[in-house]
């Protein structure tokens, strides 16, 4: 064994079994985005050898990714193939800069329910669109639209012979890959996913079924640099705004990834700057070649780990035999039913929905698990970009309101001036309650107003302190805060303790 890789043979191995988890994966995202089976394998094999071997997570794997599909399909359908390659490769580029800005580690402070929601609306938006093609039926473009279609989509089935056999392959590979599991030890060394795609297009093949296949241009063909009329559509607000969703997500879905990886391994811990650096420049190759846009993705991440790898050789050498499949077995793709890659985004789409986490979040934070679902159906009711944007401004609006939490203590004796103490965060989420507190007090009384326990004093409490000292009755003395004390009397002047 050479000094220079003391684990090629656990590398070498796991590579193969990531290869076999990718193969489907990899060209089951490109259909459902609407483009060309073979740019998924170009994304998978960039992620493989560029992205590979960069620093930054030496065990994780990238490649097109389910959570991509639908911002892809839109991007897609708005713009056109051809922009595909610019909006990737501009979102490589922010990707690189936001790198070598060390804004990596921030992504981490997004809140995991709004991450959770995202995979969850994702998810749901994912099963809808491929129920319908796995009976080889045209989905509707909205997502709310997708999911309200159903109904009517299953009685065009049922009148229909050919899509009920198409959804019989959809269905039978969902339940091959669910029941899997269950297969003794040596059959398990074959994916899932692998498994059921090789058993779908046996059947098909076996019984000549009516089934729509997965329709080849060749590698060469399917690559197609971006031209200078694509460029020109940056110009764009949409384009830019669609950019920064690309990069975004991203970035956010593969460092999460990451940081689920680690917990896996006993191995280095990713250097988050670097993997943003590295997800960047697997981008902007992509972007170059027009093809779809990468993430880490945890189930070739996992699979990966699980088979053993022990150094980034693991995912390069998985690119090296996407590559080598590419160009050597390219008619191996017109083989495979569409059914069958739809019923293996169905499969993908469930796994999304984080259940348990909603279930656990309800019991215990229910705040979080409303932050959760509405991000979810704001991405089926709206899209993808601006429902993440609800559900950023929702954890952001419940954060704030916990951090205010401000307490008010009157205390009047009956005699003497009414002490009020106030601690805290006094913020304007908060301002109604205490000025219905003090407005409350007898204006014929001098007040002692104590806002020494006050950690934050916002410039609205403050305003609004020092406008109801002036307005009441009788003296008020102030201690800490920084509130001026007014008298209402001008020839009795109170000065701040």
Excluded at 168 to 174: D, R
Excluded at 377 to 390: D, K, P, T
């Amino acid at each position: 064994m050479s000094t220079g890789f003391p684990h090629i043979r656990q590398d070498f191995a796991a590579s193969l079994v990531v290869f076999l988890v990718a193969v489907p994966l990899c060209v089951g995202v490109a259909v459902a985005s609407g483009v060309p089976a073979e740019l998924g394998l170009v994304t998978g094999i960039v992620g493989g050898i560029v992205t590979g071997l960069m620093p930054g997570s030496s065990l994780q794997v990238s490649g097109p990714a389910a959570g991509m599909t639908v911002l892809v399909f839109e991007a897609v359908d708005a713009y056109g193939l051809p922009a595909l390659g610019v909006i990737v490769l501009a979102a490589g580029l922010l990707q690189l800069a936001m790198g070598a800005l060390r804004l990596g580690r921030w992504f981490r402070a997004i809140s995991i329910s709004v991450v959770e929601g995202m995979l969850a609306g994702i998810g749901l938006v994912i099963i809808a669109g491929q129920l319908y093609a796995a009976a080889g039926l045209q989905a509707p473009s909205s997502g709310l639209d997708k999911i309200l279609g159903l109904p009517g989509a299953v009685v065009d089935m049922l009148g229909d012979t050919e899509a009920l056999v198409s959804f019989a392959v959809g269905a039978g590979t969902v339940a091959v890959m669910v029941l899997w599991r269950r297969m003794p030890g040596p059959a398990r060394t074959v994916p899932g996913a692998l498994a059921a795609v090789l058993l779908a297009t046996a059947v098909t093949l076996a019984f000549a079924l009516p089934v729509a296949t997965v329709e080849v241009h060749g590698l060469l063909d399917a690559v197609q640099p971006p031209g200078a009329d694509a460029f020109g559509q940056l110009a764009s607000i949409g384009l830019i705004g669609t950019i920064v969703a690309f990069a975004l997500i991203a970035s956010a879905e593969s460092l999460f990834s990451a940081a689920a990886v680690d917990r896996l391994h006993d191995g280095p811990r990713t250097r988050y700057n670097q993997e943003l650096m590295a997800q960047g420049a697997g981008n902007t190759v992509c972007g170059l070649l027009g093809a779809l846009p990468m993430t880490a993705v945890i189930v070739r991440s996992s699979a990966n780990v699980q088979a053993g790898a022990r150094t980034k050789a693991s995912r390069v050498l998985h690119g090296v035999w996407l590559l080598l499949f590419a160009a050597l077995l390219p008619w191996a793709l017109a083989l495979i039913p569409l059914p069958a890659l739809a019923g293996i985004l169905v499969h993908a789409g469930w796994k999304l929905i984080p259940f348990r986490q909603v279930t656990a979040l309800w019991r215990a934070h229910r705040g979080e698990a409303l932050i959760l679902v509405v991000t979810a159906v704001s991405i089926v009711a709206v899209n993808m970009f601006e429902g993440v944007l609800i559900g950023l401004a929702l954890a952001v609006a419940k954060t704030a309101w916990e951090a205010s939490h401000a307490k008010l203590e009157v205390i009047d004796k009956g005699a003497g001036p009414v002490q009020v103490y106030l601690s805290g965060n006094a913020t304007f989420l908060r301002l109604p309650r205490i000025l219905d507190a003090l407005e409350s007090l007898p204006e014929d009384r001098p007040v002692e107003l104590d806002l020494s326990g006050v950690h934050h004093l916002d410039h609205a409490c403050r305003t609004a302190l020092e406008t109801w000292a002036e307005r009441h009755g009788t003296p008020v003395k102030v201690t800490g805060g920084g509130v001026r004390a007014v008298a209402a009397d001008p020839e009795q002047p109170v000065t701040p303790a």
